[in-house]
T-cell receptor
Framework: DADVTQTPRNRITKTGKRIMLECSQT?????MYWYRQDPGLGLRLIYYSFDVKDINKGEISDGYSVSRQAQAKFSLSLESAIPNQTALYFC???????????????????FGPGTRLTVL | QQQVKQSPQSLIVQKGGISIINCAYENTAFDYFPWYQQFPGKGPALLIA?????SEKKEGRFTISFNKSAKQFSLHIMDSQPGDSATYFCAASSSGAGSYQLTFGKGTKLSVIP
């Protein structure tokens, strides 16, 4: 989805290096998410943010940190990359309000194109 | 703890056939069940979703069947086409206690052969 962009699209790095993956969105959504995809394991939530002052850990947050610099930007950092973190990383966004105008959980998540990270 | 179990891992269907992917969940607080479709090199995209107040939802060739008592839901793709070849993920979420996270199944790789 062109409204959610991720940079870089591919990255190869070495063990111990600090890596930052960036996500930007033009959808005007308040909620943003970082997922990790591994073959046979599906999508697992790393962190999520409901607004710039709200950051929450997901299922697999160990070894990762995030920063919500603005409503439109949500970055994922690996402070000291390890080979086990080799994976496909996706950013996603969703709107806080449903069609009724009130907060809703029944909201579509819009995913970016992904970043393929390889840690050697 | 895997809260959404998806099967099969992979599926090969002839063009024109019916593709069926099944999911089972454990958390009775789940109240939203979407299916996402992912093509190679792309992010997942919402295909169809259902809430537990209905037992079936149909959109074109895609149908979700939902069985609340069995805590199971499935995706049926009628008249499967080669363009449907993709990875499909079921998911679930709960609106309770401010929880709006999606829990995904492990995915099913569908190949539709001519």
């Amino acid at each position: 989805d062109a409204d959610v962009t991720q940079t870089p699209r591919n990255r190869i790095t070495k063990t111990g290096k600090r890596i930052m993956l960036e996500c930007s969105q033009t959808k005007g959504h308040d909620r943003m998410y970082w997922y990790r995809q591994d073959p046979g394991l599906g999508l697992r939530l790393i962190y999520y943010s409901f607004d710039v002052k709200d950051i929450n850990k997901g299922e697999i947050s160990d070894g990762y940190s995030v920063s919500r610099q603005a409503q439109a930007k949500f970055s994922l950092s690996l402070e000291s990359a390890i080979p086990n973190q080799t994976a496909l990383y996706f950013c996603a966004t969703s709107d806080i309000y449903g069609t009724s105008g009130s907060p809703s959980s029944y909201n579509e998540q819009f995913f970016g194109p992904g970043t393929r990270l390889t840690v050697l | 703890q895997q809260q959404v179990k998806q099967s099969p891992q992979s599926l090969i269907v002839q063009k024109g056939g019916i593709s069926i992917i099944n999911c089972a969940y454990e958390n009775t607080a789940f109240d939203y069940f979407p299916w996402y479709q992912q093509f190679p090199g792309k992010g997942p995209a919402l295909l169809i979703a259902i809430r537990p107040d209905v037992s079936e939802k149909k959109e074109g060739r895609f149908t979700i069947s939902f069985n609340k008592s069995a805590k199971q839901f499935s995706l049926h793709i009628m008249d499967s086409q080669p363009g449907d070849s993709a990875t499909y993920f079921c998911a679930a979420s709960s609106s309770g206690a401010g929880s709006y996270q999606l829990t995904f199944g492990k995915g099913t790789k569908l190949s539709v052969i001519p």
